[in-house]
């Protein structure tokens, strides 16, 4: 049987046989995989590396598995919201002293390195990421009278501005041009967009090491209540808001709808490709008076399975995929941001500026750190759901969804 399968592979011409395999759920990876192996085979060495695509939603059940059977990938890339439960479980290799040695180390965002940290040591490094931050569409405000180089920075500016901005152009009652949108049908949108809002007013969902719920401290009622005022009663926001997806929002955006939206760093590729003579600009997102601005920082850590029979392989494509070769060549060829500070300086971002923006922004980026973080996302979406329709109050909304998520974390 080995004999007719490895002819089959000569014939064929696969390699049913890796020395390591990579799992991820961005499909770029496979290009970083070809680059690795092509560099292995110009040294005139035989390893190589095997690329496995695996779908968010099944990332985790997936990995868990292979773990359990004692097979996991050598190097898996992870949303970096899940590294602390698979931290917990010992999934992974210790990578501290590999990663203080670095010569970049200090270009590495410590906030995403922190999300990969357990008890004191590092087991995920930053890899790729995303920062929320807030898009406004320039000729909509020029239209406005507003400055179209001036985006606002509270939240009172952003009452202000989508005042102007909200629009009935042919007086029959229905609003023609929203000055904000919001998507409130999903909770990962949710997290992304409106969390930096509650930490701008020195609020919070967890505390910092994730032990204890505070979302229903007066700090994150306040948000939500200014969250729900846009809807109800400034009225710049659309009054389904709780049903909008993403897709509503953007293509709401990109069709001249609505004025203002709470996105990310990607959307300078999406814009390039669904609406490439938009006119917009990308800020940090409003904060609280008094307060200061926060992003959430999203993206992949990348770490190195308990299971691998071959750690010095595994770390050298890990190092490889921080290298400019990928980080520049691959992620900000393709619109994405660098992990790795001191890339930003690149061609591709110099004929793109809108991209040296995220350099600021990533300075105030941060996550929730959670063993069990998606399992917080129903009940925080359920109580902003009913608190955007009307059906509770702010208070109400965070102190049901509070004791459903101790109820979580005491499981």
């Known amino acids: ?3 007719i399968c490895l002819l089959l592979s000569v014939f064929s011409g696969l390699v049913l046989a890796s020395d390591i395999v990579i799992w991820d759920r961005e499909k770029e990876t496979e290009d970083i995989v070809k680059l690795f192996n092509a560099k292995l085979e110009a040294e005139g060495r035989k390893e190589r590396v095997e690329f496995q695509l695996v779908p968010y939603e099944q990332q985790t059940q997936k990995f868990l598995a292979a773990l359990a059977a004692g097979n996991a990938p050598d190097v898996i890339s992870l949303d970096i919201i899940l590294n602390p439960y698979f931290n917990s479980i010992g999934a992974f290799m210790d990578l501290t002293d590999r990663i203080n040695a670095l010569e970049f180390r200090d270009a590495l965002p410590q906030g995403m390195l922190e999300l990969g940290a357990w008890e004191g040591r590092y087991y995920g490094i930053p890899f790729t990421v995303d920062l929320s931050g807030l898009v406004w569409h320039k000729p909509l405000f020029r239209e406005s009278g507003l400055d179209p180089e001036k985006p606002p920075v509270t939240w009172d500016d952003l009452i202000e501005y989508g ?4 629009k009935d152009f042919d007086n029959d009652g229905n609003i023609d041009q929203y000055g904000f949108a919001i998507i409130g049908a999903s909770a990962g949108w949710q997290m992304f967009g409106f969390l930096p809002i509650i930490w701008s007013n020195g609020g919070r969902l967890l505390s ?5 719920v505070m979302i229903d401290r007066p700090e994150a009622i306040e948000a939500l209540d200014f969250w729900t005022s846009l809807i109800h009663e400034h009225k710049i926001a ?3 808001a709780a049903t909008w997806q993403y897709a509503d ?4 955006f990109i069709t001249n ?3 203002m939206m709470l996105s990310g760093n990607f959307n300078v590729m999406t814009f390039k490709q669904d609406a490439p003579d938009l006119e917009y600009g990308i800020t940090y997102t409003p904060k609280a008076k008094g307060g200061q601005h926060y992003s959430f920082s999203g993206g992949n850590l ?7 029979k071959a750690p010095d392989l595994a770390w050298e494509f890990v190092e490889f995929s921080l290298s400019p070769d990928v980080q520049v060549e691959i992620w900000a060829k393709n619109g994405a941001l660098p992990v790795r500070s001191d890339l930003y300086d690149n061609k591709y971002f110099d004929a793109e500026p809108i991209y040296k923006v995220f350099a600021d922004i990533l300075k105030v980026a941060r996550a929730p750190f959670s063993t069990k973080y998606n399992e917080l996302y129903a009940p925080m979406l359920a109580g902003m759901q009913k608190a955007m329709m009307g059906t509770v109050t702010p208070e109400e909304a965070y102190k049901e969804a509070a004791k459903e998520m101790r109820r979580v974390l005491a499981d």
């Open 1 to 3: 049987m080995f004999a």
């Open 163 to 166: 005042t102007k901005l909200t």
């Open 208 to 212: 910092e090491d994730g032990s204890e």
């Open 238 to 240: 659309p009054k389904n």
């Open 249 to 252: 929002v953007y293509n709401s």
């Open 257 to 259: 709808k609505t004025a």
């Open 302 to 308: 990348i770490a190195i399975s308990r299971d691998t």
